[in-house]
């Protein structure tokens, strides 16, 4: 069976905080929270300032206690989704 290289190829999104914090312990819209599953048909990016804004709200949302479900969150943010690290160069 031959297979195009087109349906091997995932697409490519982008996301925003909003969909990072689920992973971190923090719940958000219900809206958001149903579209995380669908993540799986797509190579899912994020940026750095993502998870500094997450980090602000986990401040001031998460006892220390529960920190340790932040850390495992972000463990599995960094190994299943792609930092996107922009530059002057992906600019048009």
Known sequence: MRFRRSTLVKP????DTTFILPALGIEVEEEAMSIIPLFRKFNVYYLEVSILEAMWKIIKLVPTGKLNHVRMGLHAIRSTYYLLKPSHNNIS
């Open 12 to 15: 490519k999104i982008l996301v």
